[in-house]
């Protein structure tokens, strides 16, 4: 069995059932994984499964913290003693690292996880910010502002967001390049 596939049997476990939404939204960014085979090759595999990985910290099973980028990286590392990289991606995927800190976790974060490379990081930020709630395709400005929608401007995950969008949006334009790239 190859990554993705047990991370898809594992993200349906954890969300199908209490968060249908969460788990659209997971297939979705998955599919987008899927998409960027032409860019990533071999390396394919790994982020799909970290696509259907991404959001598991919000299972109410795992949710520790309230931080779902540390609660699910600390289960794929503490408790099914999954492979670094994916631990690695889900702790850092659309620019976590700003959350963290309105969270007053950055420090926890950044001892407790290393940074993983940043193509593999964007490559999921982008899977991530161009999918909706329903696990459709949106454009990442329409995706920003659907994250503003349901949270209100003076939530810490659209502080956050504010915080990230020059990130976010970079890591967006530089997939979508490099899908350009390899097109021709």
């Not at 950044?110 to 991530?128: N, S, W």
Request: charged fraction near 25%; glycine fraction near 4%; include cysteine.
């Amino acid at each position: 069995m190859g990554q993705a596939e047990w991370a898809h049997d594992l993200a349906k476990q954890l969300l199908a059932e209490p968060l249908p939404r969460r788990w659209a939204h997971t297939q979705g960014v998955a599919a987008r994984a899927m998409s960027l085979a032409p860019v990533l090759g071999e390396e394919t595999d790994k982020l799909v499964a970290a696509a259907y990985l991404h959001d598991i910290g919000y299972s109410p099973k795992l949710v520790d913290t309230g931080f779902h980028p540390l609660d699910g990286a600390r289960y794929l590392r503490d408790v099914v003693k999954a492979d670094d990289t994916l631990c690695r991606l889900v702790a850092y995927h659309s620019c976590a690292v700003n959350e963290a800190t309105e969270r007053h976790l950055y420090d926890v974060l950044t001892i407790e996880f290393d940074e993983e490379r940043p193509e593999l990081v964007e490559a999921l930020t982008y899977c991530d910010m161009t999918t909706g709630p329903d696990g459709t395709h949106l454009d990442v400005a329409d995706r920003l502002a659907e994250i503003h929608s349901r949270y209100g401007p003076d939530h810490l995950v659209s502080r956050s967001i504010t915080l990230s969008t020059a990130c976010i949006v970079a890591s967006v334009r530089a997939v979508e390049e490099a899908l350009a790239r390899a097109a021709r």
